[in-house]
């Protein structure tokens, strides 16, 4: 089963498109789980049980795990997903990006040690810094293509068309992902919330191919703009500290639970 | 003392702009070292003590460690580096970009886990991408500008100029680096040795801000054009694959650093 399907199946089996990111920050946990070595994981590891029929994937972000020397709780957090929850896809957050030799290894990293179904990719160094994770073809490649955050336009939003029609290199991205570099059907693009207009234009250039929309909830993007933008695809809609951090007590994931359902709702309502 | 002037007391102690690059391959180990638990700690950790009076940097490659579960390898090597060989800067080539809150907790990854002297650092999510790693001010940061990869061109020399005069994605990158994303002085630039022409125009738009070139022998750059071409400011030269792999049996260290004497003395020829 390639990662598109797995996607797709999981969608539907939890009529969901939402994606719930997994940024752990032990300063906001509930009390009772403060000290403990395991925290990371225990914290994730509830948010998901809460969430698994909610949700179409889970998205782990590398870099809270990293900083705080917890790689073993978040192999654990992925092996406990696929073995509670077998059928619900997990993203790797990880934005890699470097040549063929090493970006190899970056690959066994996220689907052999990890275990991820798929991987977040920084297109910046181009077609051959992509294709080493598209070996593995059961697993699905994000490309990072117009991102949510207010610096996202100092590149992305650049003209590249030269003199001729213009093209800004977000479009130019979503465009090279769709064509020569997706000879096996295994790239998405990562499109932010925050710039409707351009998920729509990402959605045109590219066809049906999956979108993970960050920006939702917490960075403020509108669930009716994008989910109307996005039509026509693929759609996996994250959000993260909105879910992550609804209740700040013991039945912190009861909360995330009431918070995912909400959300799932509202996506749903505009489908 | 801050990252550059770190790196400026390192290549004049040791007459050198080597960056001895460790991407550890346990596959390409000699015999001896195969089947250890600390293989990858093993082999770095010799390759520094036989060079480290030939280098003004050293650059562990992260992916070789994290897909082969050795963070704690990576963390006691760049402790040995610091205590056996102070004053010699590690440069932790991770590539990391992701947004703000995302990127600090890649910064607490690089500088405090592991103790990293300088970070590279994937420039497309623009400049709130790149400003929580200045938030340590005796730290550096070295953008991916334009690399020596065959696909680095795909996106790197696209015409951002628009219909006025012709700039490359690559030259708009050194342009923002060198000006209002350098508030702190704090940003050097990764650019590839395959290109000289490209390093040569890199410098004029970024005075004597600091240049790391890969594509040094393995990849085949050639180092009189690099060195010419970087003149004017700060430059460190990796090599890697040639002086780690330059012997294959248990003096593979005193092969390396034969490597490494006749790499510097190259350098040094053209400066």
Same mark, same amino acid.
Request: include cysteine; hydrophobic fraction near 45%; aromatic fraction near 6%.
């Given at each position: 089963?390639t990662f598109?399907q797995?996607?797709?199946a999981?969608?539907?089996?939890n009529?969901s498109?939402?994606?719930?990111?997994l940024d752990?920050?032990p300063?906001?946990?509930?009390?009772?789980?403060?000290?403990?070595?395991?925290a990371?994981?225990?914290?994730?590891a509830?948010i998901?049980?809460?969430t698994a029929?909610?949700?179409?994937?889970?998205?782990p972000q590398?870099?809270?795990f990293a900083?705080?020397?917890?790689?073993?709780?978040?192999?654990a957090?992925?092996?406990h997903?696929h073995?509670?929850?077998?059928?619900?896809?997990?993203?790797?957050?990880?934005?890699?990006?470097?040549?063929?030799s090493?970006a190899?290894?970056?690959?066994?990293?996220?689907f052999?040690?990890f275990?991820?179904?798929?991987?977040?990719?920084n297109?910046?160094m181009?077609?051959?810094?992509?294709?080493?994770y598209?070996a593995?073809?059961?697993?699905?490649?994000?490309l990072?293509?117009?991102?949510?955050?207010?610096?996202g336009?100092?590149?992305q939003f650049?003209?590249?068309?030269?003199?001729?029609?213009?093209?800004r290199?977000?479009?130019?991205v979503?465009r090279?992902a769709?064509?020569?570099?997706n000879?096996?059907?295994?790239i998405?693009?990562?499109?932010?919330?925050t710039?409707?207009a351009?998920?729509?234009r990402v *959605?045109?250039i590219?066809?049906?191919?999956?979108l993970l929309?960050p920006?939702?909830?917490a960075?403020?993007g509108?669930?009716?703009?994008?989910?109307?933008?996005?039509a026509?695809?693929?759609?996996?809609?994250?959000?993260?500290r909105?879910?992550?951090?609804?209740?700040?007590?013991?039945?912190?994931?009861?909360?995330?639970r *009431?918070v995912?359902e909400?959300?799932?709702?509202?996506?749903?309502r505009? *489908?």
């Open positions: 089963m598109t797995m996607l797709a999981a969608a539907q089996k009529d498109l939402l994606c719930v990111g752990p920050d300063a906001k946990f509930p009390a009772h789980l403060h000290g403990r070595a395991d990371i994981y225990q914290f994730c509830a998901v049980d809460a029929d909610l949700v179409c994937t889970f998205k590398i870099a809270y900083a705080r020397r917890a790689e073993d709780q978040l192999e957090l992925i092996a997903i073995e509670r929850h077998p059928g619900i896809p997990v993203v790797l957050d990880a934005k890699r990006g470097d040549i063929g090493t190899e290894q970056y690959a066994v990293e996220a052999e040690r275990r991820a179904d798929a991987l977040t990719v297109p910046y181009g077609r051959d810094s992509v294709e080493p598209l593995w073809p059961d697993k699905g490649v994000f990072l293509c117009r991102t949510s955050n207010a610096g336009s100092d590149l650049l003209d590249v068309g030269g003199s001729g029609t213009q093209e290199l977000y479009e130019r979503a090279l769709a064509g020569e570099w000879s096996s059907g295994q998405g693009l990562v499109v932010g919330a710039f409707p351009e998920i729509a *959605r045109e590219v066809g049906d191919m999956p929309v920006g939702i909830g960075q403020g509108d669930i009716a703009a994008t989910v109307g933008a996005a026509g695809g693929a759609l996996l809609i994250n959000s993260s909105a879910i992550l951090y609804a209740g700040q007590d013991e039945n912190f994931a009861a909360a995330a *009431r995912a909400e959300t799932r709702t509202a996506i749903n505009y *489908r």
